[in-house]
Structures are given as structure tokens and as C-alpha cells.
């Protein structure tokens, strides 16, 4: 078992996001790169949030009561959002002033929901947790992640089971896509990391 919390895990998450989006914005100029690193940013967001919607607000219905459900409903209806205007991108192109508008308000979006998270809702669940039951919970979100689809998909459930069974319809066609989209090449993330 990994010694990570789930705070760090979501943290971590959060924060590949956001050096996602830099790394887009940074390839203003070159379509190609964009294209990529946009992919890459949805596919994170994508399985991020069901991650987060299988694993990490289940557990805050479970051990913070009603507080922890309306928590997790208003994260819901946060990434429910966000699953809309991914969608809508998938329709536009990498580069241009309209995608890059609607990427924007994402982040922005995202960054709100993200600080909530991490100030207000991980605090509150990782003392109920305990070290153990946080380590444990971070390690399932990060197999959950695995799993979990790489393209928004707003129609689908948001919470188990017909997240669980509709995240596993999805993913075959979601790699399927995959296979044929761009990401960042390994070059391309080894730069990144020296800005």
C-alpha cells in the first residue's frame, strides 16, 4: 500500500491539471502542440473526476453525514459543469479564441472547485479517515483512475453503481479514440519539466 494520503493524491491530481493548461497557453502558436496538450488535460480532468466521484465522495457521504452529502452533491454538480463545456471542446479546435474562451472558464471553474476541495472537504474527510483509511482511499482512487473513462461524458450517472457500469461501457470506445488522438510526446513532457 502507498504511504501517499488522499489529500496529497487529489492535490498531486490538481496540480498536473494546472501544468497541463500552462504547457497549453505555452504552445500558443503551434496547433500541434495545443492539440496534445489539451487532450492531455481533458483525459486527466475526465479521470479525475470520476476517480473522485467512485471513490472520494462516497466516503465523505459515509463518514461526514449530512454535511459530506451536501459536499459531494455540490462537487457533483461541479463536475457535471465541467463535463458539459469538455464536451462541447471536443467539438472545437485546439488553438482557436472560442476554445481557448471555454478552456479558460474551465480552469477557472476547476480552480474554485479544486481550493474548495482542498481546503475545505479533504480536510474534514482525512479526520475521519485516520492515516490508514486515507492511504487506503488514495490508493483505490488511484486504481479507480485507471479504470475510469478519459473523455467526459455528461449524460452518464455521477454516482456508483451507474457510474461504475457506464464508466465501463465508455472506456473501450474512450481508448479506442485514444489510440487515435495526439498526446504530448515524451519530449515534449521532459521540456515542460524544465520550464
Avoid at 118 to 139: F, M, R, T, V
Amino acid at each position: 500500500m502507498s504511504s501517499q494520503t488522499l489529500t496529497n493524491a487529489i492535490k498531486e491530481d490538481h496540480q498536473e491539471m494546472y501544468d497541463y493548461f500552462d504547457n497549453y497557453k505555452k504552445s500558443t502558436g503551434d496547433a500541434d502542440a495545443q492539440a496534445r496538450w489539451a487532450r492531455q488535460l481533458t483525459w486527466e480532468i475526465a479521470r479525475h473526476a470520476v476517480g473522485e466521484e467512485l471513490v472520494v465522495y462516497p466516503l465523505m457521504e459515509k463518514h461526514l453525514g449530512q454535511e459530506g452529502t451536501e459536499l459531494a452533491n455540490g462537487d457533483r454538480q461541479d463536475h457535471q459543469l465541467v463535463k458539459e463545456q469538455l464536451y462541447k471542446l471536443e467539438s472545437l479546435t485546439a488553438g482557436t479564441n472560442e476554445y481557448d474562451t471555454l478552456l479558460k472558464e474551465v480552469m477557472a471553474h476547476l480552480h474554485k472547485h479544486n481550493d474548495s476541495e482542498e481546503i475545505n472537504d479533504l480536510p474534514k474527510l482525512e479526520q475521519q479517515l485516520g492515516q490508514d483509511g486515507s492511504q487506503q482511499a488514495a490508493a483505490k482512487f488511484t486504481r479507480t483512475k485507471k479504470f475510469a473513462p478519459t473523455r467526459p461524458h455528461p449524460s452518464a450517472p455521477s454516482k456508483p453503481p451507474g457510474e461504475t457500469l457506464a464508466g465501463f461501457l465508455a472506456l473501450p470506445m474512450d481508448k479506442l479514440k485514444d489510440m487515435f488522438a495526439k498526446f504530448p510526446t515524451e519530449e515534449m513532457k521532459e521540456a515542460a519539466k524544465k520550464d
